[in-house]
């Protein structure tokens, strides 16, 4: 059987590292300083490189299940995203905190259905994205508005994090919302002010959210979905 691995590794060692040798000795030299934590679902079809046109050394990166973001409890727990998000801030002092959902998310059907008995940790941490499902028969524009609320979610959360607040209140970092439409190549953006997302082909910003200086409701911004939709209480 052909070790397909080992070509792709001999194939990056001689036909691509040698175009950006020089880049990444200066990074090794001076160390990484990405301007972006980018927190993405560990689908396999989304491609944040690909996305948004980064190179080595820019994008720091955290994938998990979901796109999700724990919540913030003081704990020192054995957590890797919450790690990531404490490092990129305090020792990377990223400008930009994206989380990027996308379109047909297993995860986010999963809460709609049944995990396997085995899959312990992954039962718990769907429930992560719970709070962004809706009271109705799983199809497709369920999927997608749970996709995007979660992505809603995942950014209030990380305005629980005391050090990524602080800097956001402060104009150091802005929070960006993105879901992917893998189909239509197109990736959607929150812009908070409109409270839905909008497609980046024609929208005036990267993203915006959740937190605005003068916001009248300092509540779950869930508004990009009509009444109509939103959860029981």
Request: charged fraction near 20%; charge should be negative; hydrophobic fraction near 40%.
């Amino acid at each position: 059987m052909s070790d397909e691995l080992l070509t792709r590794l001999r194939r990056f060692n001689t036909d691509y590292f040698p175009q950006y040798q020089a880049q990444f000795k200066d990074l090794v030299d001076q160390g990484q300083h990405p301007t972006t934590l980018f927190i993405g679902c560990s689908d396999s079809r989304l491609v944040p490189y690909m996305l948004t046109g980064a190179g080595p050394g820019e994008l720091f990166m955290v994938r998990n299940v979901g796109a999700f973001v724990p919540p913030y409890d003081g704990s020192s727990g054995l957590h890797g995203t919450a790690a990531a998000i404490e490092y990129a801030v305090l020792a990377l002092h990223v400008q930009h905190i994206i989380v990027c959902g996308h379109s047909h998310c297993g995860g986010i059907r999963a809460l709609y259905g049944e995990v396997p008995a085995e899959a312990t940790n992954l039962k718990s941490w769907l429930e992560l994205g719970r709070e962004a499902t809706l009271p109705v028969q799983l199809s497709d524009e369920a999927l997608r508005r749970t996709e995007e609320r979660s992505v809603v979610l995942q950014l209030e959360r990380l305005m629980d994090y005391p050090m990524v607040r602080s800097r956001v209140e402060a104009g150091q970092i802005a929070l960006h919302g993105w879901h992917c439409v893998i189909e239509a190549g197109e990736v959607n953006v929150f812009d908070v002010n409109l409270g839905r997302f909008v497609p980046a082909s024609s929208a005036e910003h990267s993203g915006t959210g959740p937190y605005r200086a003068h916001a009248e409701d300092p509540g779950a911004l869930f508004n990009e979905i009509d009444d109509a939709w939103a959860p029981k209480a």
